[in-house]
Protein backbone atom coordinates (compact mmCIF):
# COMPACT_ATOMS: atom_id res chain seq x y z
CA UNK A 1 0.00 0.00 0.00
CA UNK A 2 2.72 2.50 1.16
CA UNK A 3 4.57 1.34 -2.45
CA UNK A 4 0.98 2.37 -3.98
CA UNK A 5 0.47 5.09 -1.99
CA UNK A 6 4.24 6.84 -3.16
CA UNK A 7 3.39 6.39 -6.74
CA UNK A 8 0.42 7.84 -6.45
CA UNK A 9 2.01 10.64 -5.38
CA UNK A 10 4.98 10.86 -7.26
CA UNK A 11 2.70 10.55 -10.76
CA UNK A 12 0.36 13.71 -9.00
CA UNK A 13 3.52 15.60 -8.78
CA UNK A 14 5.46 14.65 -11.78
CA UNK A 15 1.76 15.87 -13.82
CA UNK A 16 1.63 18.89 -11.78
CA UNK A 17 5.69 19.46 -13.12
CA UNK A 18 5.91 22.99 -15.23
CA UNK A 19 7.09 22.56 -18.91
CA UNK A 20 8.82 25.95 -19.38
CA UNK A 21 9.46 25.37 -23.14
CA UNK A 22 5.77 23.64 -23.79
CA UNK A 23 3.65 26.78 -21.28
CA UNK A 24 5.98 29.68 -21.85
CA UNK A 25 6.29 30.60 -18.41
CA UNK A 26 9.82 31.34 -18.31
CA UNK A 27 11.58 34.18 -16.51
CA UNK A 28 12.24 35.57 -20.56
CA UNK A 29 8.47 35.63 -21.05
CA UNK A 30 8.11 37.95 -17.96
CA UNK A 31 10.02 41.03 -19.19
CA UNK A 32 13.38 39.60 -19.09
CA UNK A 33 14.53 39.51 -22.82
CA UNK A 34 12.20 37.75 -24.72
CA UNK A 35 8.03 38.92 -25.56
CA UNK A 36 6.34 41.52 -23.53
CA UNK A 37 4.43 40.91 -20.65
CA UNK A 38 0.44 41.35 -20.99
CA UNK A 39 1.03 44.96 -18.74
CA UNK A 40 3.20 46.21 -21.11
CA UNK A 41 1.36 45.47 -24.04
CA UNK A 42 -1.81 47.43 -22.55
CA UNK A 43 0.96 50.34 -21.68
CA UNK A 44 2.14 50.57 -25.16
CA UNK A 45 -1.24 50.24 -26.70
CA UNK A 46 -2.73 53.67 -24.38
CA UNK A 47 0.58 55.25 -25.12
CA UNK A 48 0.02 54.80 -29.05
CA UNK A 49 -4.01 55.61 -28.44
CA UNK A 50 -2.34 58.76 -26.31
CA UNK A 51 -0.55 59.96 -29.34
CA UNK A 52 -2.25 59.35 -32.38
CA UNK A 53 -5.61 61.58 -29.95
CA UNK A 54 -3.26 64.43 -29.71
CA UNK A 55 -2.38 64.18 -33.28
CA UNK A 56 -5.98 64.53 -33.97
CA UNK A 57 -6.33 67.34 -32.21
CA UNK A 58 -3.55 69.11 -32.83
CA UNK A 59 -5.15 68.45 -36.49
CA UNK A 60 -8.22 69.42 -36.04
CA UNK A 61 -7.14 72.58 -34.14
CA UNK A 62 -4.61 74.11 -36.99
CA UNK A 63 -7.55 72.99 -40.05
CA UNK A 64 -9.98 75.20 -37.80
CA UNK A 65 -7.20 78.05 -37.66
CA UNK A 66 -6.32 77.56 -41.08
CA UNK A 67 -9.38 77.01 -42.97
CA UNK A 68 -11.33 80.66 -42.05
CA UNK A 69 -7.94 82.49 -42.34
CA UNK A 70 -7.58 80.61 -45.99
CA UNK A 71 -10.84 80.64 -47.05
CA UNK A 72 -10.46 82.79 -49.95
CA UNK A 73 -7.33 81.35 -50.99
CA UNK A 74 -8.49 77.29 -50.87
CA UNK A 75 -11.80 78.67 -52.77
CA UNK A 76 -9.61 80.33 -55.31
CA UNK A 77 -7.67 77.18 -56.03
CA UNK A 78 -7.97 75.44 -59.32
CA UNK A 79 -9.00 72.30 -58.24
CA UNK A 80 -11.91 73.55 -56.27
CA UNK A 81 -14.77 72.48 -57.85
CA UNK A 82 -16.83 74.61 -55.62
CA UNK A 83 -16.11 77.34 -57.94
CA UNK A 84 -17.84 75.70 -61.25
CA UNK A 85 -20.71 74.86 -58.76
CA UNK A 86 -21.09 78.14 -57.51
CA UNK A 87 -20.77 79.50 -61.28
CA UNK A 88 -23.98 77.20 -61.86
CA UNK A 89 -26.10 78.74 -59.15
CA UNK A 90 -25.07 82.03 -59.24
CA UNK A 91 -24.53 84.88 -61.85
CA UNK A 92 -20.78 86.65 -61.34
CA UNK A 93 -20.53 90.39 -60.23
CA UNK A 94 -20.13 93.40 -62.02
CA UNK A 95 -16.63 95.25 -61.44
CA UNK A 96 -16.94 99.10 -61.87
CA UNK A 97 -14.46 102.29 -61.49
CA UNK A 98 -14.28 104.59 -58.65
CA UNK A 99 -16.77 106.90 -60.11
CA UNK A 100 -19.15 103.92 -61.25
CA UNK A 101 -18.20 102.86 -64.64
CA UNK A 102 -18.90 99.39 -65.62
CA UNK A 103 -15.29 97.43 -66.10
CA UNK A 104 -16.56 94.15 -66.22
CA UNK A 105 -20.00 92.79 -66.50
CA UNK A 106 -21.74 89.06 -67.21
CA UNK A 107 -24.43 89.74 -69.93
CA UNK A 108 -26.64 87.19 -71.84
CA UNK A 109 -25.60 86.52 -75.40
CA UNK A 110 -27.94 84.09 -76.94
CA UNK A 111 -28.91 82.26 -73.92
CA UNK A 112 -25.41 82.13 -72.89
CA UNK A 113 -23.75 83.96 -70.07
CA UNK A 114 -20.56 85.89 -71.10
CA UNK A 115 -18.06 88.20 -69.43
CA UNK A 116 -18.31 91.40 -71.06
CA UNK A 117 -15.63 94.36 -70.67
CA UNK A 118 -16.68 97.90 -72.13
CA UNK A 119 -13.11 99.31 -72.27
CA UNK A 120 -11.77 96.60 -74.29
CA UNK A 121 -7.98 96.89 -73.92
CA UNK A 122 -7.96 99.93 -72.15
CA UNK A 123 -7.97 97.86 -68.87
CA UNK A 124 -6.84 94.46 -69.93
CA UNK A 125 -3.83 93.99 -67.40
CA UNK A 126 -5.33 95.80 -64.14
CA UNK A 127 -8.84 93.73 -64.51
CA UNK A 128 -7.85 91.23 -65.99
CA UNK A 129 -10.16 88.66 -67.24
CA UNK A 130 -11.89 85.80 -66.65
CA UNK A 131 -11.91 82.83 -69.44
CA UNK A 132 -8.86 80.32 -69.51
CA UNK A 133 -7.82 81.36 -65.78
CA UNK A 134 -8.35 84.13 -63.81
CA UNK A 135 -5.94 87.40 -63.39
CA UNK A 136 -6.03 90.97 -62.32
CA UNK A 137 -9.26 92.19 -60.20
CA UNK A 138 -11.19 89.22 -61.83
CA UNK A 139 -8.51 86.91 -59.85
CA UNK A 140 -8.17 89.05 -56.05
CA UNK A 141 -12.18 89.30 -56.08
CA UNK A 142 -12.89 85.79 -57.16
CA UNK A 143 -14.42 84.62 -53.96
CA UNK A 144 -16.68 87.76 -53.60
CA UNK A 145 -17.98 88.06 -57.49
CA UNK A 146 -18.76 84.16 -57.54
CA UNK A 147 -20.68 84.56 -54.31
CA UNK A 148 -24.29 86.18 -53.57
CA UNK A 149 -25.87 87.52 -50.87
CA UNK A 150 -28.86 86.43 -51.88
CA UNK A 151 -31.15 85.30 -48.70
CA UNK A 152 -32.12 81.53 -48.08
CA UNK A 153 -35.36 82.76 -48.93
CA UNK A 154 -34.48 84.15 -52.07
CA UNK A 155 -31.59 81.36 -53.07
CA UNK A 156 -35.39 79.34 -52.74
CA UNK A 157 -37.27 81.31 -55.07
CA UNK A 158 -34.35 81.70 -57.44
CA UNK A 159 -33.71 78.14 -58.12
CA UNK A 160 -37.79 77.08 -58.48
CA UNK A 161 -37.82 79.78 -60.86
CA UNK A 162 -34.65 78.42 -62.24
CA UNK A 163 -33.14 82.22 -62.44
CA UNK A 164 -29.44 82.20 -61.42
CA UNK A 165 -28.47 84.35 -57.61
CA UNK A 166 -27.00 87.61 -58.52
CA UNK A 167 -22.96 87.76 -57.79
CA UNK A 168 -22.06 90.75 -55.62
CA UNK A 169 -20.14 93.59 -56.65
CA UNK A 170 -16.35 95.13 -56.90
CA UNK A 171 -16.38 98.98 -56.63
CA UNK A 172 -12.21 100.11 -57.23
CA UNK A 173 -10.27 102.53 -56.43
CA UNK A 174 -9.86 103.12 -60.83
CA UNK A 175 -10.53 106.32 -61.86
CA UNK A 176 -11.50 106.11 -65.83
CA UNK A 177 -10.62 109.71 -66.32
CA UNK A 178 -7.02 108.94 -65.84
CA UNK A 179 -6.88 105.48 -67.03
CA UNK A 180 -8.00 106.79 -70.08
CA UNK A 181 -5.18 110.00 -70.40
CA UNK A 182 -2.65 107.82 -69.72
CA UNK A 183 -3.75 104.66 -72.11
CA UNK A 184 -3.62 107.18 -74.87
CA UNK A 185 -0.23 109.01 -73.88
CA UNK A 186 1.69 106.01 -73.79
CA UNK A 187 0.05 105.59 -77.72
CA UNK A 188 2.09 102.98 -79.60
CA UNK A 189 4.61 102.60 -77.08
CA UNK A 190 5.85 99.61 -75.43
CA UNK A 191 5.99 99.70 -71.38
CA UNK A 192 4.25 100.87 -68.19
CA UNK A 193 2.63 103.47 -66.28
CA UNK A 194 1.35 103.86 -62.14
CA UNK A 195 -0.85 106.50 -61.09
CA UNK A 196 -1.01 106.65 -57.12
CA UNK A 197 -2.99 108.41 -54.47
CA UNK A 198 0.30 108.76 -51.79
CA UNK A 199 -2.09 109.50 -48.71
CA UNK A 200 -3.80 106.84 -49.13
CA UNK A 201 -1.95 103.64 -51.18
CA UNK A 202 -5.23 103.35 -54.08
CA UNK A 203 -3.87 102.95 -57.34
CA UNK A 204 -5.74 106.00 -59.69
CA UNK A 205 -4.68 103.74 -63.03
CA UNK A 206 -2.28 100.93 -64.22
CA UNK A 207 -1.87 100.67 -67.83
CA UNK A 208 0.41 98.25 -69.29
CA UNK A 209 1.54 97.81 -73.15
CA UNK A 210 1.28 95.92 -75.52
CA UNK A 211 -1.89 94.82 -74.31
CA UNK A 212 -4.74 92.72 -75.78
CA UNK A 213 -8.83 92.51 -75.44
CA UNK A 214 -10.25 90.74 -72.40
CA UNK A 215 -13.50 89.98 -74.49
CA UNK A 216 -11.31 88.35 -76.85
CA UNK A 217 -8.75 86.08 -74.32
CA UNK A 218 -10.93 82.64 -75.33
CA UNK A 219 -10.20 82.99 -79.37
CA UNK A 220 -6.92 84.87 -78.99
CA UNK A 221 -5.53 82.58 -76.63
CA UNK A 222 -3.20 80.74 -78.53
CA UNK A 223 -1.24 83.69 -80.22
CA UNK A 224 -1.07 85.49 -77.16
CA UNK A 225 0.54 82.57 -75.37
CA UNK A 226 3.13 81.99 -78.33
CA UNK A 227 6.82 81.57 -77.30
CA UNK A 228 8.29 84.98 -77.01
CA UNK A 229 4.99 86.40 -76.12
CA UNK A 230 4.36 88.74 -73.04
CA UNK A 231 1.53 90.67 -73.73
CA UNK A 232 0.04 88.96 -71.23
CA UNK A 233 2.68 90.17 -68.62
CA UNK A 234 1.25 93.18 -66.55
CA UNK A 235 4.38 95.33 -66.47
CA UNK A 236 3.55 97.71 -64.53
CA UNK A 237 4.03 95.24 -61.66
CA UNK A 238 5.73 92.37 -63.41
CA UNK A 239 8.26 94.28 -65.47
CA UNK A 240 11.85 94.15 -64.34
CA UNK A 241 13.87 96.83 -65.61
CA UNK A 242 16.98 98.60 -64.61
CA UNK A 243 15.68 101.97 -62.82
CA UNK A 244 19.02 104.48 -64.55
CA UNK A 245 19.59 107.68 -63.05
CA UNK A 246 15.91 107.58 -60.94
CA UNK A 247 17.56 105.00 -58.92
CA UNK A 248 20.00 108.38 -57.95
CA UNK A 249 16.98 109.50 -55.24
CA UNK A 250 18.02 105.90 -53.40
CA UNK A 251 21.89 107.05 -53.40
CA UNK A 252 20.71 110.29 -52.77
CA UNK A 253 19.72 109.67 -50.06
CA UNK A 254 21.60 107.10 -48.61
CA UNK A 255 24.62 110.02 -48.73
CA UNK A 256 22.02 112.58 -46.73
CA UNK A 257 21.57 109.55 -43.98
CA UNK A 258 25.38 109.71 -44.04
CA UNK A 259 25.79 113.61 -43.81
CA UNK A 260 23.13 115.17 -41.89
CA UNK A 261 24.53 118.64 -41.70
CA UNK A 262 27.03 119.04 -44.37
CA UNK A 263 25.38 117.06 -47.10
CA UNK A 264 24.66 120.63 -49.45
CA UNK A 265 28.81 121.73 -49.27
CA UNK A 266 29.36 118.68 -51.43
CA UNK A 267 31.06 119.47 -54.69
CA UNK A 268 32.12 118.13 -57.90
CA UNK A 269 33.84 119.21 -61.29
CA UNK A 270 32.25 117.03 -64.21
CA UNK A 271 34.40 116.77 -66.81
CA UNK A 272 32.43 113.88 -68.73
CA UNK A 273 33.22 110.79 -67.23
CA UNK A 274 34.40 109.09 -63.63
CA UNK A 275 37.21 106.54 -63.93
CA UNK A 276 38.12 104.16 -61.02
CA UNK A 277 40.33 101.53 -61.48
CA UNK A 278 39.47 99.38 -64.79
CA UNK A 279 36.20 101.22 -64.83
CA UNK A 280 34.88 104.49 -66.31
CA UNK A 281 31.49 106.22 -65.99
CA UNK A 282 30.10 108.29 -68.30
CA UNK A 283 27.38 111.05 -68.58
CA UNK A 284 24.79 110.39 -70.51
CA UNK A 285 25.04 111.81 -74.02
CA UNK A 286 28.62 112.51 -73.07
CA UNK A 287 27.84 115.90 -71.09
CA UNK A 288 30.34 117.88 -69.27
CA UNK A 289 28.24 119.67 -66.79
CA UNK A 290 31.07 121.53 -65.43
CA UNK A 291 30.93 122.75 -61.12
CA UNK A 292 28.11 121.08 -59.40
CA UNK A 293 26.91 121.08 -55.95
CA UNK A 294 25.05 118.45 -54.82
CA UNK A 295 21.45 119.82 -55.43
CA UNK A 296 22.94 120.17 -58.98
CA UNK A 297 24.22 116.73 -59.57
CA UNK A 298 20.62 115.20 -58.88
CA UNK A 299 19.03 117.99 -60.70
CA UNK A 300 21.52 117.48 -63.94
CA UNK A 301 21.40 113.40 -63.08
CA UNK A 302 25.27 113.47 -63.49
CA UNK A 303 26.34 110.12 -63.44
CA UNK A 304 29.99 110.95 -62.65
CA UNK A 305 29.53 113.01 -60.05
CA UNK A 306 27.04 110.36 -58.22
CA UNK A 307 29.74 107.91 -58.81
CA UNK A 308 32.14 109.22 -56.83
CA UNK A 309 29.14 110.04 -54.50
CA UNK A 310 28.65 106.38 -54.58
CA UNK A 311 31.93 105.49 -53.98
CA UNK A 312 32.37 107.46 -50.49
CA UNK A 313 29.37 105.91 -49.16
CA UNK A 314 29.55 103.18 -46.58
CA UNK A 315 28.65 100.00 -47.56
CA UNK A 316 27.27 98.44 -44.89
CA UNK A 317 24.66 101.60 -44.32
CA UNK A 318 23.70 101.44 -48.06
CA UNK A 319 22.17 97.75 -47.60
CA UNK A 320 20.78 98.63 -44.61
CA UNK A 321 18.53 101.73 -46.97
CA UNK A 322 18.42 99.47 -49.73
CA UNK A 323 16.45 96.88 -47.31
CA UNK A 324 14.78 99.62 -46.03
CA UNK A 325 12.90 100.63 -49.53
CA UNK A 326 12.29 97.00 -50.27
CA UNK A 327 14.85 95.86 -52.51
CA UNK A 328 14.93 91.80 -52.87
CA UNK A 329 12.17 91.87 -50.17
CA UNK A 330 8.38 90.87 -50.72
CA UNK A 331 6.28 94.49 -51.19
CA UNK A 332 2.87 94.96 -49.51
CA UNK A 333 0.96 94.61 -52.49
CA UNK A 334 -1.97 91.94 -53.34
CA UNK A 335 -1.56 92.16 -57.18
CA UNK A 336 0.76 89.79 -58.94
CA UNK A 337 4.35 91.17 -58.81
CA UNK A 338 8.12 90.59 -59.05
CA UNK A 339 10.12 91.19 -56.68
CA UNK A 340 13.17 94.00 -57.48
CA UNK A 341 16.34 93.41 -56.71
CA UNK A 342 19.99 94.88 -56.12
CA UNK A 343 22.98 92.62 -56.88
CA UNK A 344 25.11 94.33 -54.14
CA UNK A 345 26.94 92.66 -51.10
CA UNK A 346 29.57 94.25 -49.17
CA UNK A 347 31.82 92.11 -50.99
CA UNK A 348 30.92 93.54 -54.05
CA UNK A 349 34.03 94.97 -56.21
CA UNK A 350 33.98 98.59 -56.70
CA UNK A 351 32.79 98.36 -60.07
CA UNK A 352 29.51 96.77 -59.07
CA UNK A 353 29.22 99.78 -56.76
CA UNK A 354 29.33 102.02 -59.48
CA UNK A 355 26.76 100.89 -61.85
CA UNK A 356 24.66 100.27 -58.91
CA UNK A 357 24.35 103.50 -57.17
CA UNK A 358 23.74 104.90 -61.28
CA UNK A 359 20.91 102.66 -61.58
CA UNK A 360 23.04 100.77 -63.79
CA UNK A 361 24.52 97.18 -63.64
CA UNK A 362 22.25 94.27 -62.18
CA UNK A 363 19.79 96.12 -60.61
CA UNK A 364 16.19 95.73 -61.57
CA UNK A 365 12.77 96.97 -60.45
CA UNK A 366 9.26 97.44 -60.83
CA UNK A 367 7.60 100.54 -62.24
CA UNK A 368 5.17 99.89 -59.05
CA UNK A 369 7.89 99.46 -56.91
CA UNK A 370 9.60 102.88 -57.81
CA UNK A 371 6.26 104.65 -57.69
CA UNK A 372 5.27 103.49 -54.02
CA UNK A 373 8.76 104.98 -52.73
CA UNK A 374 7.84 108.09 -54.88
CA UNK A 375 4.86 108.05 -53.02
CA UNK A 376 5.95 107.57 -49.65
CA UNK A 377 8.68 110.20 -50.50
CA UNK A 378 5.72 112.55 -51.27
CA UNK A 379 3.83 111.19 -47.88
CA UNK A 380 6.44 112.53 -45.45
CA UNK A 381 8.60 109.22 -45.04
CA UNK A 382 5.40 106.87 -44.50
CA UNK A 383 4.14 104.50 -47.28
CA UNK A 384 0.96 103.81 -47.76
CA UNK A 385 0.26 100.38 -48.84
CA UNK A 386 -1.09 100.28 -52.28
CA UNK A 387 -4.67 98.86 -53.08
CA UNK A 388 -6.88 98.23 -56.08
CA UNK A 389 -10.34 97.42 -54.36
CA UNK A 390 -12.41 99.71 -52.26
CA UNK A 391 -15.75 97.86 -51.81
CA UNK A 392 -17.82 94.68 -52.21
CA UNK A 393 -21.27 95.38 -52.53
CA UNK A 394 -24.46 93.80 -52.84
CA UNK A 395 -26.66 94.05 -56.28
CA UNK A 396 -28.88 97.10 -54.06
CA UNK A 397 -25.50 99.20 -53.17
CA UNK A 398 -25.42 98.10 -49.48
CA UNK A 399 -21.61 97.76 -48.95
CA UNK A 400 -20.40 94.28 -47.44
CA UNK A 401 -16.78 95.14 -46.99
CA UNK A 402 -14.95 98.04 -47.09
CA UNK A 403 -11.23 98.38 -47.94
CA UNK A 404 -9.59 101.41 -45.91
CA UNK A 405 -6.28 102.87 -46.54
CA UNK A 406 -3.42 100.86 -44.43
CA UNK A 407 0.25 102.49 -43.21
CA UNK A 408 3.11 100.08 -44.02
CA UNK A 409 5.44 101.68 -42.40
CA UNK A 410 8.14 104.70 -42.50
CA UNK A 411 10.69 103.97 -45.24
CA UNK A 412 12.84 107.15 -44.27
CA UNK A 413 12.06 110.83 -41.95
CA UNK A 414 10.09 113.20 -42.69
CA UNK A 415 12.96 115.56 -42.57
CA UNK A 416 14.45 113.08 -45.45
CA UNK A 417 11.39 112.89 -47.27
CA UNK A 418 11.62 116.84 -47.21
CA UNK A 419 15.12 117.03 -48.71
CA UNK A 420 14.68 114.52 -51.71
CA UNK A 421 10.84 116.57 -52.65
CA UNK A 422 13.31 119.91 -53.01
CA UNK A 423 15.94 118.09 -54.88
CA UNK A 424 12.91 116.43 -56.98
CA UNK A 425 11.40 119.37 -57.29
CA UNK A 426 15.05 121.69 -58.80
CA UNK A 427 14.75 118.89 -61.25
CA UNK A 428 11.48 119.99 -62.81
CA UNK A 429 12.49 123.81 -62.38
CA UNK A 430 15.94 124.19 -64.15
CA UNK A 431 17.08 120.01 -64.39
CA UNK A 432 15.80 117.41 -66.99
CA UNK A 433 12.30 117.30 -66.16
CA UNK A 434 11.21 121.09 -66.93
CA UNK A 435 8.62 120.09 -69.40
CA UNK A 436 6.48 120.41 -66.23
CA UNK A 437 7.38 123.50 -65.11
CA UNK A 438 5.41 126.48 -65.56
CA UNK A 439 2.02 124.61 -65.15
CA UNK A 440 -1.08 125.62 -63.45
CA UNK A 441 0.19 123.06 -60.84
CA UNK A 442 3.88 122.48 -59.36
CA UNK A 443 5.61 119.07 -59.40
CA UNK A 444 8.89 117.32 -58.13
CA UNK A 445 10.34 114.32 -59.82
CA UNK A 446 13.12 112.53 -61.33
CA UNK A 447 14.00 111.35 -64.36
CA UNK A 448 15.78 107.80 -65.77
CA UNK A 449 17.61 106.91 -69.00
CA UNK A 450 18.51 102.96 -68.37
CA UNK A 451 20.62 101.27 -70.50
CA UNK A 452 19.59 98.19 -71.13
CA UNK A 453 22.49 96.75 -73.91
CA UNK A 454 25.78 96.94 -74.31
CA UNK A 455 25.09 100.40 -76.46
CA UNK A 456 24.76 103.51 -74.68
CA UNK A 457 21.89 104.16 -77.64
CA UNK A 458 19.59 101.72 -76.55
CA UNK A 459 17.53 103.00 -73.09
CA UNK A 460 14.70 103.17 -71.48
CA UNK A 461 12.61 106.39 -70.73
CA UNK A 462 12.16 106.69 -66.72
CA UNK A 463 10.01 109.30 -65.08
CA UNK A 464 8.56 109.06 -61.65
CA UNK A 465 7.00 112.20 -59.70
CA UNK A 466 3.72 114.02 -57.71
CA UNK A 467 2.14 117.18 -57.52
CA UNK A 468 1.64 119.59 -56.56
CA UNK A 469 4.85 119.51 -54.90
CA UNK A 470 4.63 121.42 -51.69
CA UNK A 471 0.82 119.03 -51.10
CA UNK A 472 0.94 116.40 -53.09
CA UNK A 473 -1.97 114.49 -54.29
CA UNK A 474 -0.83 111.85 -56.97
CA UNK A 475 2.13 110.06 -57.78
CA UNK A 476 2.70 109.24 -61.09
CA UNK A 477 5.49 106.58 -62.93
CA UNK A 478 6.02 106.26 -66.56
CA UNK A 479 8.34 103.99 -68.09
CA UNK A 480 9.00 103.37 -72.13
CA UNK A 481 10.49 100.74 -73.17
CA UNK A 482 13.70 101.36 -75.28
CA UNK A 483 13.24 105.02 -76.55
CA UNK A 484 16.09 107.32 -75.04
CA UNK A 485 15.74 110.24 -72.75
CA UNK A 486 13.25 110.10 -70.32
CA UNK A 487 13.31 113.64 -70.36
CA UNK A 488 12.25 113.33 -73.93
CA UNK A 489 9.84 110.97 -73.77
CA UNK A 490 8.63 110.11 -70.43
CA UNK A 491 8.18 113.48 -68.96
CA UNK A 492 5.62 114.13 -71.61
CA UNK A 493 3.52 111.47 -70.81
CA UNK A 494 3.51 112.19 -66.72
CA UNK A 495 2.37 114.92 -68.01
CA UNK A 496 -0.24 114.61 -69.79
CA UNK A 497 -1.82 112.48 -66.61
CA UNK A 498 -1.21 114.93 -64.38
CA UNK A 499 -2.82 117.68 -66.60
CA UNK A 500 -6.36 114.97 -66.43
CA UNK A 501 -6.10 115.08 -62.81
CA UNK A 502 -5.85 118.62 -62.53
CA UNK A 503 -8.38 118.98 -65.19
CA UNK A 504 -5.84 121.35 -67.32
CA UNK A 505 -5.86 121.21 -71.32
CA UNK A 506 -2.09 120.27 -72.02
Not at 404 to 432: F, K, Q
Not at 491 to 506: E, M, Q, S
Request: glycine share 10%; net charge negative; hydrophobic share 35%.
Amino acid sequence: MAERGQKRTGGRQTGRRHDPQRYGTSDQSRGKGGLPDEKTSRMQLIGCAVFFCVLFVAMAAYLCIYIPSHSEELFNNSYNSRQSVLAQQNTRGTIYSSDGEVLAETVTVDGEEVRQYPYENMFSHIVGYSTRGKTGLESLANYDLINTSASASEQAQNAAAGVKNPGNNLVTTLDVTLQEAAYNAMGLYEGAIVVMEPSTGKILAMVSKPDFDPNEIAQEWENLNQEGSSVLLNRASQGLYPPGSTFKMITALEYIREHPDDWENYTWQCSGSYTHGDTTIRCYHGSSHGSLDFMHSFAESCNSSFANIGMSLERSSFLSTLDDLLFNQELPVDIAYSRSSVALTEDSGDADMIQTVIGQGKTQMTPLHLCMITSAIANGGVLMKPYEMDRIEKPDGTVLKQYEPEEYGRLMTSEEAEILTELMTDVVEEGTATKLSGLSYTAAGKTGSAEYTDSTSDSHAWFTGFAPAENPQIAVTVIIEGIGSGGDYAVPIAKRVFDAYFGTVG
